[in-house]
């Protein structure tokens, strides 16, 4: 296949992004042209994803590291931070290489957008859920685990050329809680967050006007309900720096859509903090 058919096969329109809104998003079935760039991505090789760990003495959590395809040595890039879903919680180091840490490496991405990609693996669960009794929905609650990852931050992009002003986080499912538990956590590291599918945290929600946030849910998810991401929503829309998709359409496992996949990077490399 030429390169220009490939290109044509994984191109995908751009939708209009609303902030302070909910979009609902219908589309019963993937197209082929949308399953075969998620088949794409999961077959691709991360071997250029670098084996490193977190530890504090206690407790370790594995992470893979990507770095740009190429740099200036005075030149610093965006860190997005890549949160796994429970399937993939073990300690092989592997496992937490799904789509969301793997489109990095598609060549559109790797050459139009400079990234650095780190995509930690939680040996045990990265958030817990409970429920918040004010609100009457499910509330995330970060783990030990998550805590050493955001305390090792820090000296690890000194050891970079990160930019600080542009450290975005996202993840999937467990991996959605544990966006929100990050952003929660630590409010001035982030510029911008995606959760998909993820519960969320409410603890410190007046500190996230100013961060932007994205958030994916499907309407007929019954793992993670929609209620809780969409209760975290309405607290936040006021702020302008927050927006919905609710894909009417999809379950769980099959929100990670081709439009999603295209649209991301494209959103997050124009925020700053």
């Not at 499907?218 to 309900?225: F, I, K, Q, V, Y």
């Not at 309405?234 to 702020?239: D, I, Q, R, T």
């Amino acid at each position: 296949m030429s390169a220009f058919a490939i290109a044509l096969l994984f191109s995908c329109c751009s939708r209009k992004i609303n902030y302070g809104t909910k979009t609902d998003i219908h589309d019963k079935a993937d197209s082929a042209k949308s399953l075969a760039k998620i088949k794409h991505i999961k077959s691709l090789s991360f071997s250029d994803f670098k084996e490193g760990k977190f530890a504090n003495g206690r407790i370790a959590v594995n992470y893979r590291f990507l770095k740009p395809k190429s740099i200036e040595q005075t030149q610093k890039c965006p860190l997005v931070l890549v949160f796994h879903g429970s399937g993939a919680i073990g300690t092989n180091n592997t496992s937490q290489m799904g789509v969301l840490a793997k489109m990095w490496l598609l060549p559109e991405n790797r050459d139009k957008y400079p990234m650095y990609v780190l995509a930690p693996q939680f040996p045990d669960r990265s958030s817990n859920y409970h429920l918040d009794q004010k609100r009457n929905v499910l509330a995330s609650q970060s783990s030990e685990y998550l805590d050493l990852v955001l305390n090792s931050l820090d000296s690890f992009i000194e050891k970079e050329n990160i930019d600080r002003s542009r450290i975005y986080v996202m993840g999937f499912s467990m991996g959605g809680s544990t966006t929100s538990n990050a952003i929660s956590n630590r409010p001035d590291l982030f510029a911008a967050a995606i959760n998909i599918s993820g519960v969320s945290q409410f603890a410190r929600i007046d500190h996230l006007k100013n961060l932007s946030i994205w958030m994916v849910h499907g309407s007929l998810d019954t793992e993670n309900s929609i209620k809780s991401n969409f209760q975290f929503f309405g607290e936040l829309k006021n702020s302008k720096n927050i927006f919905f998709w609710e894909f009417k359409d999809r379950y769980h496992n099959n929100i990670l859509s081709a439009e999603l996949i295209d649209e991301i990077p494209k959103w997050l490399m124009k925020q700053h903090r």
